[in-house]
């Protein structure tokens, strides 16, 4: 199975603030990622897909890049929606696995 | 409005069969590939299985830990999909969710809320 790093795992931030989450593949993945939003006792909410391609819905203060290995998760002007824990998933191969998550905290 | 509603999920003993029922509606279930995940508490998410359209055969796949203790099906007339989890382990508490896979690309845009399943004794 492809591992799924994430760093940090947890980020302290305020509102306004520009944060960049890393997620890093065990092998070469292409393009084949996607963000994840997740608030307490709530679902997933699918963010970007494809590495870089917004979500219907979702605003565009988020930003998805990278390809191979290395990805960025990107949200600027943070929210006070935003806090919540991020998790990147390929979807490259069989069976689709996570990262660890990143918290994102109110400073 | 897509939503997806789990239920079926409750405390029950180890060793013990507990099914799960996810009801689509605001779209056609059977275009779809449906897929399951679970959260243990505090923890990370992970894919249980999923179950293909059936214009792509209506097959399976699990992960390793579930494979050959839990069954995914669906219904397709009724518009649910069910996860069948046999001999249950206390490793298998955690909320459970069910998920719609956008275009079979493994990317999942539409999440029911959960249904907790404590297995203890």
């Known amino acids: 199975d492809i591992q799924m790093t994430q760093s940090p795992s947890s980020v302290s931030a305020s509102v306004g603030d520009r944060v960049t989450i890393t997620c890093r593949a065990s092998?070469?993945?292409?393009?084949?990622l996607a963000w994840y939003q997740q608030k307490p006792g709530k679902a997933p909410n699918l963010l970007i897909y494809?590495?870089?391609s917004l979500q219907s819905g979702v605003p565009s203060r988020f930003n998805g890049s990278g390809s191979g290995t290395d990805f960025t998760l990107t949200i600027n002007s943070l929210q006070p929606e935003d806090f919540a824990t991020y998790y990147c998933?390929?979807?490259?191969?069989?069976?689709?696995?996570f990262g660890q998550g990143t918290r994102l905290d109110i400073k | 409005e897509v939503q997806l509603v789990e239920s079926g999920g409750g405390l029950v003993k180890p060793g013990r069969s507990l099914r799960l029922s996810c009801t689509a509606s605001?779209?056609?279930?059977?275009?779809?590939?449906m897929n399951w995940f679970r959260q243990a508490p505090g923890k990370g998410l992970e894919w249980v299985g999923f179950?293909?359209?059936?214009?792509?055969?209506?097959?399976?796949e699990y992960a390793a830990s579930v494979k050959g203790r839990f069954t995914i099906s669906r219904d397709d007339s009724e518009s649910i999909a069910y996860l069948q989890m046999n001999s249950l382990k206390t490793e298998d508490t955690a909320v459970y969710y069910c998920?719609?896979?956008?275009?079979?690309?493994?990317?999942?845009?539409?999440w029911g809320q959960g249904t907790l399943v404590t297995v203890s004794s």
């Open positions: 179950i293909r359209s059936k214009a792509y055969g209506g097959t399976t």
């Open positions: 092998q070469d993945i292409s393009y084949w």
């Open positions: 605001g779209f056609t279930l059977s275009d779809y590939a």
């Open positions: 494809g590495a870089s």
């Open positions: 998920s719609r896979d956008t275009s079979g690309w493994f990317f999942f845009d539409y």
């Open positions: 998933q390929q979807a490259n191969s069989f069976p689709p696995t």
